[in-house]
Nanobody
Framework: QVQLVESGGGLVQGGGSLRLSCAAS????????MGWFRQAPGKEREFVAG????????YYADSVKARFTISRDNAKNTVYLQMNSLKDEDTAIYYC?????????????????WGQGTQVTVSS
């Protein structure tokens, strides 16, 4: 059983920055994936960024590439999402999630544990 808690959301003006954190407790799987997802009002949930706990490779949706950066601190069991050059279209509830097993596709795989989400609102 893994618990995930997101923090760092808030209200920001267009062009601004926010840094989200996701703290994991319980037993995590070192070969598992960690992902950030978001869901805007009236829209389906979409993949934003992801990584594996034991790999340096990162993955991003095209819509956030070059603006968002995912990183981790293994000692703290925490994953971060640095969001720069924020746009109105980034407004959503942001969720972190992790897997209990290896998945081949970070963006398209099935995640087992989810946080409650943190609201990000970008004003025009």
């Amino acid at each position: 059983q893994v618990q995930l808690v997101e923090s760092g959301g808030g209200l920001v003006q267009g062009g601004g920055s926010l840094r989200l954190s996701c703290a994991a407790s319980g037993r995590t799987f070192s070969g598992g994936a960690m992902g950030w997802f978001r869901q805007a009002p009236g829209k389906e949930r979409e993949f934003v960024a992801g990584l594996r706990w034991n790999s340096p490779r990162t993955y991003y949706a095209d819509s956030v590439k070059a603006r968002f950066t995912i990183s981790r601190d293994n000692a703290k069991n925490t994953v971060y999402l640095q969001m720069n050059s924020l746009k109105d279209e980034d407004t959503a509830i942001y969720y972190c999630a992790t897997t209990s097993r290896y998945i081949a596709s970070i963006a398209g795989g099935s995640y087992d544990y989810w946080g409650q989400g943190t609201q990000v609102t970008v004003s025009s």
